[in-house]
């Protein structure tokens, strides 16, 4: 019974151990030594076009020489495994290191539309590998000249450079010598500006995009309205076109002055002196909300009626009174008033007057007083003393 035991526990381990080198041959046998790889397994071509596509083979373990050849290819196609410009049909890899060879596909004679798959074989020392690669044949797009801009319409004053971002896409697979020109009014000037640098032609590559930036500058005052104008872009016997618009909105022109353009007056010390005051727009656009505001020398009282005009039309005037008081001890002489008026949504503008402040007549009359009294006390002192 013993003995039995021990036969059959012999005869089981004498069974596992093929078994047992076997799995161990296959998880060698499993494990590869090397790869084989592309950056583009699948790619779209041309109709009629051939490719060329860069294998790259790597090596693990030791160094070993790879055989190449297509394990499927459709009908009609030919390919090539080519290395430093000649046709290969194997590659050596060094252990740890890879190589990169081309592989060329050519179409047949009649090619037809659709998807193709090819599948490359390489075989190695111990191991074997393959590559899927799928080419999808279409017709081949017409090229073509595109311009596009996001802000197509730009407002502005009338002393306003518009600046438009205009971006040229070439989508044909060939280089263009692209020329650029611009229908603008006559009272524009128009330039290109390509990184910074005025142009009006420039290459522009194989499906390449650029940004090209416009500037449309007016030349003349120009009136208020809706400026519109084309740009085009040539090269190739193609042409692409964009409308662009510069919007100009008016502008107000604010002056101030006295009557007639009279930037004088006159007014007494301690005496309250009213002034007319003109106040123009000489510009394209409303003037709103116009405050007047004046600066005086030290002691002066200035007002205004009104303080504030609601509104001055374009190429309209308005009028202000100033009332102007010197004071009480200023000296006759000239004296500078700045007067100034501010629109709600503008700029101050302001203008200087010259005043001119005569003294008081009651002051006069007591200093022509006192120089009677001094001339009398003088006489009554010659009089007296000159006896003796």
């Given at each position: ?265 006159k007014a007494n010390a301690g005496k309250e ?81 010259r005043i001119t402040v005569a003294t008081s ?28």
């Amino acid at each position: 019974m013993k003995r039995a035991l021990i036969f059959i526990i012999l005869t089981l381990v004498i069974l596992a151990i093929p078994s047992t080198v076997l799995a161990q041959e296959e998880s060698r046998v499993a494990q590869p030594d090397f790869s084989i790889s592309t950056t583009y397994p699948s790619q779209v071509v041309e109709l009629g076009e051939s490719v060329t596509i860069k294998l790259n083979i790597s090596a693990f373990g030791g160094g070993q020489t790879v055989q190449l050849k297509m394990d499927e290819i459709p009908e009609g196609w030919n390919a090539t495994f080519r290395g430093s410009g000649r046709i290969i049909n194997s590659v050596f890899v060094e252990a740890g290191s890879s190589e990169s060879i081309d592989l060329r596909l050519d179409p047949p004679e009649n090619p037809e539309l659709g998807e193709f798959t090819f599948v490359v074989l390489a075989q190695g020392d111990r191991t074997n590998a393959e590559l899927p690669i799928t080419l999808i044949v279409q017709e081949k797009l017409p090229a073509s000249l595109t311009l596009t801009s996001d802000l197509p319409t730009i407002k502005g004053s009338p002393t306003t450079t518009f600046r438009y971002s205009v971006e040229l896409k070439n989508t044909g697979d060939e280089e263009l010598m692209v020329n650029l020109v611009a229908d603008a009014p006559n009272a524009f000037i128009t330039k290109f500006k390509l990184s910074g640098q005025e142009v009006t032609s420039f290459p522009l590559g194989a499906n390449q995009t650029k940004t090209i930036n416009i500037e449309l500058e007016p030349i003349i005052e120009i009136e208020a309205g809706k400026y519109m104008f084309t740009v085009y872009a040539t090269g190739g016997g193609l042409q692409a076109e964009l409308d662009l618009v510069a919007e100009v909105t008016g502008q107000q022109d604010i002056s101030i002055s006295g009557l007639d353009g009279r930037l004088s007056g006159k007014a007494n010390a301690g005496k309250e002196t009213t002034m007319q005051i003109v106040v123009q727009n000489s510009g394209t656009a409303l003037a709103q909300g116009v405050e007047l505001s004046a600066n005086a020398p030290s002691g002066w009282e200035v007002s205004f009626d009104p303080e504030v005009i609601a509104e001055i039309p374009a190429g309209d005037v308005a009028e202000a009174t100033a009332y102007i008081k010197p004071g009480e001890k200023t000296v006759a002489g000239d004296y500078m008033v700045t007067m100034r008026a501010k629109p709600a949504d503008g700029t101050t503008e302001s203008a200087e007057f010259r005043i001119t402040v005569a003294t008081s007549t009651i002051w006069g009359i007591v200093g022509i007083a006192l120089i009677a009294v001094a001339v009398g006390v003088v006489s009554i002192a010659v009089m007296r003393f000159g006896r003796r």
